[in-house]
């Protein structure tokens, strides 16, 4: 009997666990059961207690003391050692029934996402068919004060799609924490956001801003990076970004969803798209949220 689960990923700061605290109660509220898992080593304080949490295997406080690790050396050694002991998942996990939605909470180091086969390692022991056999999506978040600043977002659509290619589990990416940059970036402008291309370095603020300081931003594409000049003005930064939003374009894997975790009708239109990826619902389709929602109060 196949179960079903989603996993929370995305750098630090993102609002994972926030979105997972909203989702669980959007869940009891709709008369649906969740089981909450905590993956993260370091989290310390939640808004719904788990249900199995990892530091009852393995914290990261007693990794450092006693491994004297860094913070990332150690939340790494941790995670081996979940991968060393995985009947404490299985043990949990595998008298579980299809009415339940298995929510992961992980944590934010963003090399578990992107270069360390760990997490493919993990996915692939709870999607098995014949053992836990959980149908996963991964839910990757990245903070929407981002789209303020070009580099940032454009980081953080790599690491989103870095993510997708080593998973290799349906997918979703979302823009959380919605409700700080509805009152400061327009409507039309927040849609330009949704699929990251090139056309969004056009209007750079840093760059319009360099611009009417009078410096010459025109051939910084083709600039240098082993010119100290180009180096000190930026031109080479721009030349990386410009790099980083060719190569998704030319994926083209990554596009978001809009994410306010203080509003009921976002986290079940995100939820919809969830079940939508696992099959919970064959019949049901995704929930559009509307624009307006969104939207700047008027002037």
Do not use: W
């Not at 709709?30 to 909450?36: L, P």
């Not at 979940?82 to 944590?107: G, H, K, Q, R």
């Not at 080593?166 to 409507?187: A, C, F, G, T």
């Amino acid at each position: 009997m196949s179960k079903y689960g989603v996993m929370v990923m995305g750098p630090a700061g993102a609002g994972k666990s926030t979105f997972c605290a909203s989702l669980i109660t959007h869940l009891q509220l709709n008369r649906r059961s969740a089981f909450y898992v905590n993956l993260d080593p370091a989290a310390e304080s939640f808004e719904h207690t788990p249900d199995l949490d990892i530091k009852d295997l393995i914290s990261l406080e007693d990794v450092m003391d006693e491994m004297k690790l860094g913070p990332n050396g150690g939340l790494i050694y941790c995670f081996e050692f979940l991968m060393e002991n995985l009947d404490f998942l299985t043990e949990a996990l595998d008298s579980l029934t299809e009415e339940y939605l298995i929510i992961f909470d992980m944590p934010g180091q963003i090399e578990l996402y992107t270069h360390i086969p760990i997490l493919p390692t993990l996915v692939k022991f709870l999607t098995t068919p014949g053992a836990l056999d959980i149908r996963l999506c991964a839910a990757y978040l990245l903070e929407a004060t981002f789209v303020v600043d070009r580099a940032k977002y454009f980081a953080g659509s790599l690491s989103a799609m870095s993510a997708m290619i080593m998973l290799e589990v349906p997918h979703i990416n979302i823009l959380s924490k919605m409700d700080l940059v509805k009152n400061q970036v327009r409507k039309k402008d927040l849609k330009k956001f949704i699929t990251p291309d090139t056309s969004l370095l056009l209007d750079d603020p840093a760059d319009l801003a360099r611009r009417k300081a009078g410096e010459d931003t025109s051939d910084e594409q083709y600039a240098d990076p082993q010119d100290k000049h180009a180096m000190l003005s930026g031109a080479t930064f721009k030349r990386l970004n410009t790099a980083v939003a060719q190569l998704l374009e030319t994926f083209s894997m990554v596009s978001y969803l809009k994410l306010d975790s203080t509003d009921e009708d976002s986290v079940g239109s995100i939820l919809s798209y969830i079940d939508d990826c696992i099959q919970y619902h064959e019949a049901q389709e995704p929930r559009e949220l509307k624009d307006e929602e969104f939207d700047e109060p008027e002037e």
